[in-house]
């Protein structure tokens, strides 16, 4: 059994208040949760306006499925909302 995270680093220009993060964030980590069947939280920077940081976690015993869904998960961020771009992203294995 393993364990694959990806972390994503989303910009929000323009945002001006934690409740509007809020408001951007909680789709987002809803809508990853229920295509993909993953695990979501924003993990870091809660208290900036414009920074988010969410953290995706999947469970397998293939090591090739779970790069492969987390990298969909990535591209499916990326395409569903590009007013949120991703500024860095990183995929561990444990």
Known sequence: ?????LTL???LPGCSSLKEKRSLI???ISRL????NISVAEIDFQDHWQIAVLGCAIVSN????AQSA???VLRFTERT???LPVSEFH???V
Do not use: C
């Open 1 to 5: 059994m393993l364990i694959a995270f």
């Open 81 to 83: 909302w590009p007013d």
């Open 91 to 93: 995929i561990e294995v």
């Open 33 to 36: 949760h229920r295509q993909f």
């Open 70 to 72: 987390l990298q969909g």
């Open 62 to 65: 293939d090591t090739g499925y």
């Open 9 to 11: 680093h989303l910009s």
């Open 26 to 28: 909680k789709p987002v």
